[in-house]
């Protein structure tokens, strides 16, 4: 994750969006290195500032561990030509943070989805027991979202019924 702190100014030629994504076939078409950038203000009210616009672009495709092994300053570079290719901003950040995360974000192999399907029904046979978190229906934060929130639900209809806790 490359993380930019823009002059407020720059957020005119922003999309309307809280972010892009940039599909593989087009990020081969125009040479870009990320794979998306989030508009952080305007996705999350707590993000944005009156004196700067904050972006963040994700890098490493799934086979692209050697993009991430350059130093930060040139995958900052990288981020601020994608970013002047797809929304023509050029200005130079206030500030940067680069956050490595090798490894972190889990990639699905075929048969993924009959996996959890066969986890999910050996759950759902244990009263009280639950699952979430991206290694179920995706990695970004909406879809922890929902599968914590959904595991939250299942545990507080226990609960509320007065059966007891698994294991307590």
Request: glycine fraction near 10%.
């Given at each position: 994750m490359v993380g930019l702190a823009l002059p407020v100014g720059a957020a005119q030629a922003l999309p309307a969006s809280s972010g892009v994504l940039?599909?593989?076939?087009?990020?081969?078409?125009?040479?870009?290195?990320?794979?998306?950038?989030?508009?952080?203000?305007?996705?999350?009210?707590?993000?944005?500032?009156?004196?700067?616009?904050?972006?963040?672009?994700?890098?490493?495709?799934?086979?692209?561990?050697r993009l991430l092994q350059r130093d930060?300053?040139?995958?900052?570079?990288?981020?601020?030509?994608?970013?002047?290719?797809?929304?023509?901003?050029?200005?130079?950040?206030?500030?940067?943070?680069?956050?490595?995360?090798?490894?972190?974000?889990?990639?699905?192999?075929?048969?993924?989805?009959?996996a959890v399907a066969d986890l999910e029904n050996a759950v759902a046979?244990?009263?009280?027991?639950?699952?979430a978190g991206a290694i179920l229906g995706g990695v970004g934060i909406p879809a922890c979202i929902g599968t914590g929130n959904a595991a939250a639900v299942r545990i507080a209809a226990h609960l509320d019924a007065g059966l007891p806790v698994v294991g307590g």
């Open positions: 940039v599909a593989a076939s087009e990020a081969r078409e125009k040479s870009l290195s990320a794979k998306a950038f989030t508009f952080s203000g305007r996705k999350w009210a707590h993000a944005s500032s009156r004196d700067v616009v904050l972006l963040r672009a994700s890098l490493g495709r799934y086979g692209e561990a930060d300053g040139e995958l900052v570079e990288m981020v601020r030509a994608d970013l002047a290719a797809l929304t023509g901003i050029t200005a130079r950040p206030v500030d940067t943070v680069v956050t490595r995360w090798g490894g972190g974000l889990p990639q699905y192999a075929p048969g993924h989805l009959d046979a244990v009263p009280g027991l639950a699952v």
